[in-house]
């Protein structure tokens, strides 16, 4: 017997802005070890609100080797924003190499919305 798939779960609101934190900016991790803070962003529609249940993209700007922590890793984590508008990444583990990572944060099915972006330090390991 076949299973239907269920349908696509509809996004209330279209994301205009996305806000990150200040605090988890320019963390530092030694290599192949976690950042110790999690990567969070707001998302917000055209009046300003809180957008509940919109979908995040984080990504990992490529050769730098940091991975999301997830089922598969790899440098980019899809997520959906909490009932406050808060849209956390999985945890981010640092490449084998110091260095340094800009994560950017978009909203993939929004329409006119302003990326975020962080940037994570690798420094050498003692």
Do not use: C, W
């Amino acid at each position: 017997m076949r299973v239907a798939a269920p349908p696509p779960r509809k996004r209330p609101h279209t994301v205009k802005a996305i806000f990150g934190f200040s605090h988890p900016n320019n963390q530092h991790a030694k290599p192949n070890e976690p950042f110790s803070q999690l990567l969070k962003v707001e998302a917000r529609d055209n009046s300003g609100k809180l957008v509940r249940d919109a979908l995040i993209r984080f990504q990992v700007d490529a050769g730098t080797g940091s991975k999301f922590r997830t089922p598969t890793p790899g440098r980019t984590a899809d997520t959906d924003t909490d009932e406050n508008g808060v849209a956390a990444a999985p945890e981010l583990v640092a490449r084998p190499t110091p260095g340094k990572a800009t994560i950017t944060v978009t909203a993939p099915d929004g329409k006119g919305r302003a990326p975020a972006a962080y940037l994570a330090h690798v420094q050498v390991s003692n």
